[in-house]
């Protein structure tokens, strides 16, 4: 079994903390290790064969020196991409590298910047899910939904068979507004599209072929011998890239193909898309305030804020429901239900043409 | 004519930027010199014989490396009391120093922590005050009153005799409340206590010798000899001052005097007495927003804002009426109306030890 793990992503969404040489993946959003470094520490106890993690040429050196810490427990593979594609020319590449070596071996897909509380019952989850990929099963998991949230796309399940899954996935929905959400919660068989994937190298690459053939086509005319060692790889696909269209393997694979079933997943998961989400997986304090990375929070006559400090002291004082984050050199505030907003403070960044703070 | 600036002072309500080391007279509010260099340069026109600067040896060395670019222009002198005990002993000390050399000297002592705009006009007021001070009188400056502050001390003028004064002063009065206030700004013949004093050092000997005996006693027992250099002053004042006691010389001396009188000075004063003063003395963009300090100010459905950058990016998202303060280890956000209660914020860090914060 492989581990797959797309570390490529950009985002704004978390500015000032995020920028664009270290994203969201690459940064610790609470205290301690970064979401890459969690995603992998929560796959280890899978013992996987090896972990290659798919980044790009600009994240490149931050992402390897946050794997390092791993290289003595598992195998761990870099493979940086020479400008993002989206997720589909990520995991086929990853696909056709590891169907070199194993055509039947089970990649097991995970994106690198999501939220998992229960780490324990994701590896149960998969283990179910690779059990039904060793078939040819596209396997997909559906975080069970426990809110009506409109920013998640959200996956059918045909649940006419009783039981605890795999089911068959009747479609794919794109982020529904406020009511359909209500009525997917209600419906019981409609789920939360993790981007959490399972299957066999060589099912994903004929699903890719059949559907996606120019892709299939590119991926073909990239030489692959001897790649784990990947250290002049991104060389030798640069021309390729340039050429390959920016696709999702939702849209490309997933939402087409006749092999994909789900498997239901109740694993406190949350895609961390802001930092109103912040308190979704942090503890608040007495106040209701979410704190992190604070040498100290000084709250007076404060309440439900959400507080990211730099390592240094935060003091608010008669402020409520608001954000404030610091970087040293960056510091935003905004109401928490603005989050959403922060890639405009980076959209006005990016038209001063202030780059040292992006 | 001797400048005598009274730099001594602490204070904690521009917390995070001033520190216990690092005052509010030490640090550059809005951009460009700090407090204390704005006072040494508004008065250097009037051509003083020397410039002596009060302070004590906790911001003795900070002090010192601000005045050295003043050093080729003016004779600068440093006097660092051991411990802070208000401004009768400062105002003392440095008029028995300035009496040995030349009885008759005129004293100009200013706040180093005040905020002046119109500097001409301060020369000019202090050019008529130096005209009386030379027969005997202790002169204060009285701001014409332009709102009825709660936050000033008031004097009330004798103006009986019209014209542009000097008038004699009838009665120094504490910080008023609302309504009194209101009617000393209707009444017209009260101004704001400046705590910019002009007079002969003899004259103020001679009274601190009349209205604070214990403290002349105290000032006679220093030896000045050659005290213009005062490298090893403060050593010697140490047991002196341990015993001197903490008093201002509005109390000791000018609410007692009979020898009091006060020029109206239109000077655009004010006294910055916290975070919210910052309007009063800096442009505000077309968002009603004061900015200090920021490489840029991302301001996104924000209003009437103030904020200090620490030289980085601040960034307001849907804010209004709030500050926001950053020096890179510490972050302050608290709304406008709030801004008197920073110094909460101070005492919180005391009672945690957070010394390096403070």
């Known amino acids: 079994m492989y581990i797959v793990i797309l570390a490529g992503g950009s985002g704004t969404r978390f500015w000032p903390v995020s920028r664009t040489s270290r994203p969201k993946q690459l940064i610790s959003i609470t205290d301690g290790p970064t979401m890459l470094q969690r995603t992998v520490e929560r796959v280890l106890d899978l013992k996987p064969k090896r972990i290659m993690v798919v980044t790009n040429q600009l994240q490149k050196e931050e992402t390897e020196h946050q794997l390092s810490r791993y290289r003595s427990v598992a195998?761990?593979?870099?493979i940086a991409e020479p400008v993002g594609r989206n997720t589909a020319p990520a995991v086929g590449l990853a696909a056709a590298i590891i169907v070199l070596h194993d055509p039947e071996g089970i990649m097991v897909v995970l994106p690198a910047d999501h939220y998992i509380r229960n780490d324990e019952e994701l590896r149960a989850t998969l283990h179910k899910a690779i059990h039904s990929a060793r078939n040819g099963w596209l396997m997909t998991l559906g975080i069970v939904p426990v809110s009506p949230e409109t920013g998640y796309g959200y996956l059918e399940a045909d649940m006419a068979l009783r039981g605890t899954g795999p089911f068959p996935v009747r479609r794919f929905m794109e982020?529904?507004?406020?009511?359909?959400?209500l009525a997917c919660l209600e419906a019981g068989n409609f789920f939360w599209n993790s981007g959490?994937?399972?299957?066999?190298?060589?099912?994903i690459l004929a699903e890719i072929e059949k559907y996606m053939p120019e892709l299939a086509l590119q991926l073909d005319s990239i030489t692959l011998n001897n790649v784990w060692d990947l250290a002049?790889?991104?060389?030798?696909?640069?021309?390729?890239?340039?050429?390959?269209?920016?696709q999702s393997i939702d849209y490309?694979?997933?939402?087409?193909?006749?092999?994909?079933?789900?498997?239901?997943?109740d694993i406190g998961w949350s895609d961390l898309g802001s930092w109103s989400a912040l308190p979704d997986i942090c503890d608040a304090n007495e106040d209701g305030t979410v704190v992190a990375h604070c040498a100290a929070y000084i709250s007076l006559d404060s309440s439900n804020?959400?507080?990211?400090?730099?390592?240094?002291?935060?003091?608010?004082?008669?402020?409520?429901?608001?954000?404030?984050?610091?970087?040293?050199d960056a510091v935003l505030v905004c109401p928490r239900d603005r989050a959403q907003d922060v890639r405009k403070v980076v959209?006005?960044?990016?038209k001063m043409e202030l780059s040292e703070y992006l």
């Open 75 to 78: 195998p761990v593979d870099l």
């Open 175 to 181: 982020k529904p507004d406020r009511e359909t959400a």
């Open 196 to 203: 959490i994937f399972v299957w066999r190298a060589d099912s």
């Open 232 to 246: 002049d790889f991104t060389g030798q696909i640069t021309d390729i890239y340039a050429r390959i269209a920016s």
């Open 252 to 265: 490309g694979v997933m939402e087409k193909s006749d092999r994909v079933q789900m498997v239901p997943a």
């Open 305 to 328: 804020c959400i507080v990211s400090g730099n390592g240094g002291v935060v003091a608010t004082l008669g402020m409520h429901d608001t954000i404030v984050v610091s970087t040293g």
């Open 347 to 350: 959209d006005r960044l990016q």
